[in-house]
């Protein structure tokens, strides 16, 4: 999953699953160790993974009971658009809050300076970093301190239907003008709309902006960037691709929405990350599984850009088996497991090493994914970073609704953005 606010808000419940282990010790969280000084007790991991990766994480959860056969690993599925809220809920109350939670890029910052999450360095929890990628590590710092590991690294792609654009006669877009000017012919010829597009989440407006040379913030200089003219002209992208029925938006239920459309074959083309891979695959329109292409997201006026996205692995601060916490981080991040979690689902790893594997290297979307995650635009790593969407949301709906002009929607994001940060300019 993404990266950013990906994903519409889901209402399931949580479901929490007890991993079965060969000898349970220390079932109430506490005793990190036993007399022969092995990990033992309970460490509860919430996964935010979706519903087409979550088996795979469970049993990459159990594998690590294998290894510590009195460590008891409570496996939780948190649905991603609740797992935020729940767990500063959890925290702030100092109640229920997992050992280790799988965290989305932009949260560690947000977690760690709210005193959320136990710094990692020196602790087990960080092995042969040198091994990872550098652009995994930023956004597991704050303040000079490491509050996460890097699990995954994942962007943004253009997904498209290989036989659609091929039936249509037209080539895969390499900048949104391309979209445009190609999708009556895809209309007419195959009777798809040529883009879902992503009104929802705020998060698949950084193509637009990044496409324009914009960015949200300058988190160096502390200024505001997202009101300037690149970020008009971003809004303005994106009504015009759905006023001239080149694409189709949803105000709710994005991520399911566009997912069923590219499976059906009803779009030709979604803006999406490899978390999908697997979900678009099972679809009709992909039974021929090389059906479904990928490439670079189409560029602006001024550039080409995607968000870098991803998951870390951090501590609770509060948690009662904090020995084994580490030693599950140190597992789950792991050269093996992410061998594994690249082979069965496709996902990018974020420790250079596995790039060597054989199997990793011939992973059809791990040969597009890794150099599009080599340029892909950082993201302000800041305390504030996950809140800078809101605003990005609101002003995507008034602009699609047409309850706001491109500029006044710009100007509205750039004065919230100076509430939220204080010093900015």
Not at 3 to 18: D, E, N, P, Q, S
Not at 335 to 361: C, F, G, N, W
Not at 396 to 422: C, F, H, I, S, W
């Amino acid at each position: 999953m993404r990266r950013g606010m990906r994903g519409a808000i889901a209402t399931a419940l949580v479901a929490g699953l007890a991993l079965a282990a060969t000898a349970c010790g220390g079932g109430d969280g506490g005793g990190n160790t036993d007399s022969g000084g092995e990990l033992s007790g309970t460490v509860t991991f919430w996964d935010t993974s979706n519903d087409a990766e979550k088996a795979t994480y469970r049993k990459l959860a159990e594998g690590f009971q294998k290894e510590h056969p009195k460590v008891h690993v409570t496996y939780v599925n948190v649905p991603f658009g609740d797992a935020n809220a729940k767990f500063k809920n959890a925290a702030g109350g100092n109640s229920g809050a997992p050992d280790v939670m799988r965290t989305e890029v932009a949260w560690t910052a947000d977690f760690a300076n709210l005193g959320y999450l136990a710094p990692l360095d020196g602790t087990p929890a960080l092995d042969k970093t040198d091994d990872y990628l550098p652009q995994a590590v930023g956004s597991t710092k704050f303040k000079g301190k490491t509050y996460a590991a890097p699990q995954v690294i994942d962007t943004l792609g253009l997904f498209y239907n290989k036989k659609l654009l091929k039936d249509a006669g037209v080539e895969v877009p390499k900048s949104f003008a391309d979209l445009a000017g190609a999708a009556k012919k895809i209309k007419a010829k195959t009777g798809a709309t040529a883009l879902y597009l992503r009104g929802d989440d705020p998060y698949w407006f950084l193509p637009y902006l990044y496409g324009e040379g914009g960015n949200m913030v300058d988190a160096r200089d502390k200024i505001v960037q997202i009101d300037d003219g690149a970020g008009v002209k971003a809004f303005k992208t994106l009504k015009d691709l759905v006023d001239s029925k080149a694409a189709i938006t949803d105000a709710t239920d994005g991520q399911e929405n566009q997912l069923k459309a590219l499976k059906d074959g009803t779009v030709a083309m979604a803006i999406d990350g490899p978390w999908d891979i697997e979900g678009a695959r099972a679809g009709k329109a992909f039974k021929d599984k090389k059906n479904l292409g990928v490439a670079p997201v189409p560029a602006g006026s001024a550039a080409q850009g995607s968000p870098q996205g991803g998951w870390n692995l951090s501590v609770y601060a509060g948690s009662k088996n904090l020995r084994a916490a580490y030693a599950f981080v140190k597992y789950m991040s792991s050269a093996k497991v992410q061998q594994q979690t690249t082979e069965q689902l496709s996902l990018l790893p974020t420790r250079r090493s596995v790039y060597d594997i054989p199997a990793v290297k011939k992973n059809e979307m791990v040969k597009f994914f890794k150099p599009a995650v080599d340029g892909a635009v950082q993201r302000p790593w800041i305390a504030e970073g996950n809140s800078l969407f809101e605003p990005i949301k609101v002003q995507m709906n008034k602009v699609l609704t047409g309850a706001a002009t491109p500029e006044q929607a710009a100007k509205a994001t750039g004065d919230a953005y100076r509430k939220l940060l204080k010093d900015y300019k």
